[in-house]
């Protein structure tokens, strides 16, 4: 018995304006963003929002390879299992793995080898377990994309970030990043996997008909949407960090005794603070911490972090001692409450603040000098 | 599953015992302090209703999806509704990849007792045609990271998702055969029964086991609870034992907390509009 209501199934997929139906010219991508260590429990853990998927993805190891006998003494093995939440589509999928899903497991695995060093992990294995909870056409894309920005959040050194993203062709059209539709009804689908270092492809299918000249123009769409899809991952895993680093900075600023700590007090030379002074410029210290970008403009000479620290701190004090702000807790604890709070408020502004956008192209300059600095895990050698 | 005592140290075992028996826990909550509850629901555009729950650390993402089919002999006119566990890998070290254990499938059906036993939904409104096709829920409930008191997160998962369903209408054709009418609706919900484990070492009964607490644990057992302050279901697992009065005592305390709970979590604001 079919469910009652039936998905569309006519070819129509492009508007009267010559748009496609969400509105998208044909070589742009879906809305796209990601997010990772969302799953407390693993290694590393990732979270894309690709269109209408939504896809977990989860590193478990190195560790032991069970069943004993899958070891290899030579190099570690890569297991990857891709699987669809039952309610992720349309009509209802049955839980147990189908052979469509082993077979993106097995396809993802082999874009994702090339990149890893699994001959450091010799009679160990290393698991990506990837979840799809909502689909929305091209999982096996944007499932490859978390999978690797999962691996770079547990840490695991790899040559290159991978980034997944497809091309097709609905009505005679070439297209990038086909919705569920325009893979449905359409007349070819050309998933990719690229590899971001040499720009190399570690996954490609192809079903449909296409002459090779679309085929030339869907692979140029392909790396130019991949190139997008890469700076975003580039963020959330540096995003990860610096949220890492403002927690450390609060904590070690609350001790007391961090190296930076003491530079202050030289370079201001001032006496002894009492310690409501001391949370209060914390507090200010992390305001500006979240203003880094900002200030890194002002700072372009300084590059390195520990500069980028520095000279955020040299900004508090001197609005501190301006007396521009007079925000002063009575004890650690609820100073530590309103450093919080007052980083989420001064997020919120920059996010909002027309000025990022104007900054936008240097702060871009900016990530791309830092590139080498980010401890994400990705492009190590 | 891999055996539990590898993941605790006896270190940190001794020190929740220890703890428990002073009355006091490892993450500073009371014995019957229950976690902070945090639900999203609807965030799933092709399930008919889904929900987000996270119960501390721990989270369970619950779907629904539906399907026309036939009733069972002895209940023709009323629907049927399933729920279905997956302990997926991507939440614990634990946890494997493959069908779903025994210790799934005890959850999954200590869900589905709770609701089916506490006249929760109304399956007579999901019958279609009499003795011959009337909607299946599938519950589908996704543990997503385990931190302890799984059975308690998917009991909410499950209530949630199914308060968050818009199933689509349906109405015979000519030829007696079901059809959209091209309507969505809520179900019809009587009912919000609530889950409330407890966990047990020696003789400290506490609620809401998280993680570290649920390793050392002699043994646990969950309540089912409606809001006619009644216990629906049982379930006790693990190897403690448990006196009749411990029993009765537990059951009172599990009504009090489901009271608090239900009040706190408000579960009909997820109730979506009809289309």
């Known amino acids: ?381 | 599953m891999m055996d539990i005592n590898e993941v605790v140290s006896n270190l940190e075992k001794n020190y929740i015992l220890k703890l428990l028996k002073q009355g006091k826990r490892i993450d500073g909550r009371g014995l019957f302090e229950y976690r902070d509850v945090k639900i999203k629901t609807g965030f799933i555009p092709k399930a008919e209703g889904s929900a987000d729950v996270f119960l501390g650390d721990t989270r369970v993402m619950c779907g629904v999806k539906y399907d026309i089919g036939t009733p069972f002999s002895d209940n023709p006119d009323k629907g049927v509704c399933t729920v279905m566990s997956e302990y997926l890998p991507i939440a614990s070290p634990m946890f494997e990849p493959g069908r779903p254990d025994e210790v799934a499938i005890q959850l999954a059906r200590v869900v589905d007792r709770g609701i089916r036993h506490t006249n929760c939904i109304d399956y007579k409104k999901l019958c279609i045609k009499e003795g011959e096709y009337v909607y299946i829920l599938f519950v589908d409930c996704y543990m997503m990271d385990y931190f302890g008191n799984l059975t308690d997160a998917s009991a909410i998962a499950a209530i949630a998702a199914l308060l968050n369903t818009n199933l689509p209408g349906a109405k015979l054709n000519e030829e007696g055969v079901p059809e959209w009418d091209g309507t969505y609706s809520p179900l019809t919900i009587y009912e919000i029964p609530l889950s409330i484990s407890f966990g047990k070492v020696g003789n400290v009964i506490f609620v809401d086991p998280n993680l570290s607490e649920e390793m050392v644990l002699d043994g646990s057992i969950a309540f089912a609870v409606d809001e006619k302050k009644q216990v629906t279901s049982i379930q006790k697992y693990g190897n403690a034992t448990w006196s009749v009065e411990e029993i009765l005592d537990t059951s009172k305390k599990a009504i009090e907390i489901a009271d608090e709970l239900r009040a706190k979590l408000n579960l009909r604001q997820h109730v979506p509009q009809p289309k």
């Open chain 1, 1 to 381: 018995m079919p469910i009652l209501v039936p998905e569309p199934h006519d070819e129509i997929c492009f508007r009267e304006d010559g748009k496609r139906l969400d509105g998208r010219a044909v070589d742009e991508l879906r809305p796209f963003s990601c997010e990772v260590g969302v799953i407390k429990n693993a290694q590393g853990s990732a979270l894309v929002r690709h269109g209408g998927n939504l896809i977990y993805a989860a590193i478990y190891g190195p560790r032991e390879v069970h069943p004993r006998h899958l070891a290899r003494p030579d190099k570690g093995i890569l297991r990857v299992y891709y699987r669809m939440a039952t309610f992720s589509v349309h009509e209802r999928k049955s839980p147990a793995p189908n052979r469509r899903e082993n077979e993106i497991s097995k396809v993802i695995r082999e874009a994702l080898e090339p990149v890893l060093f699994l001959e450091a992990y010799p009679d160990s294995q290393i698991e990506i377990y990837i979840e799809v909870i909502a689909a929305d056409g091209g999982t096996r894309c944007a499932s490859t994309t978390a999978a690797s920005l999962a691996l770079a959040d547990a840490g695991i050194p790899m040559k290159s970030m991978v980034v997944g993203v497809a091309a097709g062709k609905a009505q005679g059209r070439v297209l990038l990043d086909l919705g569920d539709k325009e893979d449905k009804v359409g007349q070819a689908d050309i998933p990719c996997v690229v590899v971001m270092k040499d720009k190399s492809i570690s996954l490609l299918q192809f079903d449909g008909e296409m002459s090779l000249e679309e085929m030339k123009t869907g692979f140029e769409y392909v790396l130019k949407g991949a190139e997008i899809i890469y700076q975003k991952q580039l963020e959330a895993l540096r995003e990860k960090y610096n949220k890492i680093t403002r927690e450390a900075e609060i904590e070690d600023s609350a001790v007391g005794n961090l190296p930076q700590n003491e530079q202050k007090s030289i370079n201001e030379s001032q006496n002894a603070q009492d310690s409501l002074q001391n949370t209060s410029q914390i507090d200010e210290q992390m305001k500006v911490q979240n203003e880094k970008q900002e200030i890194n403009n002002d700072h372009k000479a300084e590059p390195s972090p520990l500069m980028e620290n520095s000279s955020a701190i040299n900004e508090s004090q001197k609005e501190v001692e301006k007396g521009e702000v007079e925000e002063k807790s009575k004890d650690e604890k609820s100073s530590e409450e309103n450093i919080i709070k007052s980083s989420e408020q001064s997020a919120n502004s920059t996010d909002d603040s027309p000025k990022q956008g104007e900054n936008q192209s240097s702060q871009e300059e900016q990530q791309l000098n830092t590139e080498n600095d980010s401890p994400s895990g990705d492009d190590q050698e």
